[in-house]
């Protein structure tokens, strides 16, 4: 497989921007490599540096240490060359206010210096598949979140690039919008478009990439597929119980002594039980609290998730 | 990269056309009413010389083609960058950041012209200036029009790029202010000479300059600053203004 992305020890500090202001160190040191024709995922909660990671690959944000390459091609030493290359959707709205939708489509395609003939064809089609036909001749002040959406990720592949980066790209859609949208990027990675999108949505993670990086606090925290990486919570699946009052050790003992506990952490009036297998545990695992006259608050079983994973790995929720 | 940068500069003139009825409203109205009073009414009220007109027509068109290459850049600029970031889609074009920003530069120059193109004809006909242009005239009027569009295109950049989109109103009431009333467009600068500390401190402001530049090639018989002085500035405030808009704008592009 050859490598379109290859990220190395990747670091970046934002300089405080007030003399009272701290510096924020968003990546401390990041790697990963993603193959050409490769669906790839940067999962992890606001914050993590999954935009920042996204902003060096895209020539605007300048790394402080480490190296990134697209296509073999340095991005901070030959960003020219590097924005020829990849197609990007940003998290915010930067669609041109001042044109139409059609000219938005055309203007793109033109800075990119593809001729006028293939400009009028790409926008054709791409405004066909992306079903923006109704209102393509309207400035896009009006447009809904999911048209906006459509028509950024239309733009990006207006001069037909190797890459497309996505930051982001289902936040604020209806359920509906979503499930479409992923339908389209599927849709393009199948026709052997390389992509790499960050989210903070596991299941859109889980749906649609063929490797996940789970980052948080800019350090990359695991790096697989994303079954193998539900397979490596310990056990797999979760049981979270809240008891009134705090977790006593003595219990934490006596639930790891129970058939098919892998591990068991507890955290504050919570404890979390991994384990190979649900059934039946959850009732063991109560009449043990309840013997010894602990009261159980709340009680959840999950199955094995990247949402456990994180958890397993953090111990926070990505849910944040 | 040159495909890049008139691409760039293609939709900028596109979206220029669409909106050319406020331009001109914009870049007309202030030169008609000022013309008006200051070139019709007054004269014949008796309560400033005839000739004060053919003094008054150099400052005008400078004002407004400065003013306009200014607005042209910053305006539009100072927002993307506080608040739309629709200028990340142009600097995801397939051209360096400083490409982006000489483009900018190159649209403000344009619509300063365009500006001048409106408002001579306009000013001199109501003023009933008597101008004699010879050839030598109309190459100055060019390079005076080019360098003083050029200079105020690059010093709306650094403005853009050093303020926030809420404080560009004060910016333009604050900075502006002083520098039309100390920029020789109501009078020439050689008849400070009485004011002698007041005619140095002007020489701080580039707008003094691409005044007596219009003076120069418009009205060479009246007073004026020396040819040399005029071009020297106009160049120097112009790289100066251009090295320092390139400087900011590439660090308020990259993060």
Redesign the interface.
């Known amino acids: 497989m050859e490598t379109a992305i290859a990220v190395e020890d990747l670091k970046k500090t934002?300089q405080p921007k007030t003399r009272k202001g701290v510096e924020v160190r968003a990546l401390e040191g990041i790697s990963f490599q993603v193959s050409r024709g490769e669906f790839f995922g940067l999962l992890g909660p606001n914050g993590a540096g999954k935009t920042t990671t996204i902003?060096i690959l895209?020539?605007?944000?300048?790394p402080t240490g480490g190296q990134a390459r697209i296509e073999g091609i340095d991005v901070a030493h030959n960003?020219?060359?590097v924005?020829?290359l990849i197609g990007?959707v940003?998290q915010?709205n930067?669609?041109?206010?001042?044109?139409t939708a059609r000219?938005i489509l055309q203007?793109?395609a033109?800075?990119?210096?593809v001729p006028k003939h293939q400009r009028e064809q790409n926008a054709r089609q791409l405004v066909e598949r992306f079903e923006l036909a109704d209102r393509i001749d309207e400035k896009v002040t009006g447009y809904s979140g999911g048209m906006v959406q459509r028509l950024k990720i239309a733009?990006a592949l207006m001069h037909d690039p190797a890459i497309l980066f996505l930051d982001e790209p289902t936040t604020g859609l209806d359920p509906q919008s979503r499930r479409s949208m992923w339908d389209l990027l599927s849709e393009l990675n199948v026709k052997g478009l390389t992509i790499l999108l960050t989210t903070h949505n596991m299941e859109e993670a889980d749906q649609l990439c063929r490797r996940i990086a789970i980052i948080d606090h800019g350090k990359l925290l695991a790096l697989d597929s994303p079954a193998q990486l539900k397979r490596s919570v310990p056990g797999g699946y979760l049981i979270e119980l809240q008891i009134r009052g705090e977790v006593k050790e003595s219990f934490v003992g006596a639930l790891r002594s129970l058939s098919g506990v892998v591990d068991v952490k507890p955290d504050h009036d919570r404890v979390r039980i991994y384990a190979d297998r649900a059934e039946g545990l959850l009732a063991n695992a109560m009449r043990l609290l309840s013997n010894d006259g602990v009261m159980v608050t709340d009680a959840h079983v999950a199955e094995p998730s990247l949402e456990n994973l994180f958890l397993h790995l953090t111990g926070r929720s990505l849910k944040g | 990269m040159t495909a890049t940068f008139i691409a760039l500069l293609h939709r900028d003139l596109r979206v220029a056309r669409r909106e050319l009825q406020y331009f001109l409203l914009r870049v007309g109205l202030q030169p008609l009413l000022f013309t008006f009073i200051f070139g019709f009414v007054m004269p014949r009220l008796g309560i400033i010389q005839q000739g004060y007109t053919a003094m008054l027509l150099p400052g005008i068109l400078g004002l407004s083609m400065t003013l306009s290459s200014m607005q042209a850049v910053a305006l539009p600029l100072v927002i993307d960058f506080g608040w739309t970031k629709e200028i990340e889609d142009r600097l995801l074009a397939p051209i360096s950041i400083s490409g982006v920003a000489l483009e900018k530069i190159l649209v403000g120059i344009l619509q300063a012209i365009i500006a001048g193109l409106v408002v001579l004809p306009l000013a001199w006909l109501l003023m009933g200036v008597h101008l004699s242009l010879g050839f030598i005239e109309i190459v100055q009027l060019l390079l005076v029009a080019i360098l003083s569009s050029w200079l105020f295109a690059a010093f709306g950049m650094v403005v853009a790029t050093a303020v926030e989109p809420q404080q560009i109103g004060l910016v333009f009431n604050v900075l502006l202010a002083p520098m039309i009333f100390f920029g020789c467009a109501y009078y020439p600068w050689a008849t400070l000479r009485v004011i002698p500390w007041f005619q140095y401190a002007v020489l701080l402001n580039p707008l003094v300059y691409a005044n007596e530049g219009f003076r120069l090639a418009l009205t060479p018989a009246m007073p004026h600053m020396s040819t040399w002085l005029v071009y020297i500035a106009l160049s120097g405030f112009s790289l100066f203004f251009t090295w320092l808009g390139l400087k900011k704008f590439q660090k308020r592009a990259l993060d």
Do not use: C, Q
Request: net charge positive; charged share 30%.
């Open positions: 934002y902003g895209t020539t605007r944000v300048m960003p020219v060359a924005k020829r990007v940003p915010v930067n669609l041109d206010r001042s044109l000219e203007f793109h033109e800075y990119f210096g733009r």
